[in-house]
């Protein structure tokens, strides 16, 4: 059986469900991936662990093992800024192709108020299921690092 836990500034994990999903989403993110420390700064900002305007960290997990995670954050704008960005997602290497992804998609989408921006590598093949569930790509993103 495959259960859903949302948590939030109401709804806390303990120090130790915070690090298995720290841990589930550096193994599972592979080369999309950050380090275990932006990871964290991601889920403590929708935890509210310090001034942010928080959002939620969602998983699937059956008896054993999370199958999938997802970071959410709000952005605090609207309109012309969606009001969260999806800043992680990923689903249990073992477990791919069984629609687990196109089901936390689907979580997010229903438990998300407002629009939702995500940022996805063109060679990433999770963008056919984003592009699939109605995420489009009417923007050209540029950064300048500094």
């Keep these: 059986m495959i259960e859903t836990k949302i948590f939030d500034n109401s709804n806390k994990p303990s120090n130790t469900q915070k690090e298995e999903i ?11 991936g950050d380090p275990k420390n932006d990871i ?3 889920i403590d900002y929708s935890l ?10 969602l998983i699937l997990r059956n008896d054993e093992n999370i199958l999938g ?8 704008m609207g309109g012309y800024i969606p ?12 477990y791919r192709g069984q629609g687990l992804g196109k ?16 940022h996805v590598e063109a060679s990433n093949p999770a963008r ?3 592009e699939k ?6 923007y050209l993103e540029m950064r300048l690092k500094k």
């Design 83 to 94: 009001e969260n960005i999806l800043v992680y997602i990923a689903t249990h290497q073992n």
């Design 103 to 118: 089901k936390i998609m689907n979580e997010v989408i229903q438990n998300t108020k407002g629009d939702i921006a995500l």
């Design 22 to 32: 720290i841990d589930f989403l550096f193994k599972n993110l592979e080369e999309y």
């Design 48 to 57: 509210k662990e310090f001034e942010s305007f928080g959002g939620y960290t």
């Design 133 to 138: 569930v109605g995420f489009t790509n009417p």
């Design 40 to 42: 964290r700064k991601a």
């Design 128 to 130: 056919f299921l984003y």
């Design 69 to 76: 995670a997802v970071v959410i954050n709000k952005t605090g």
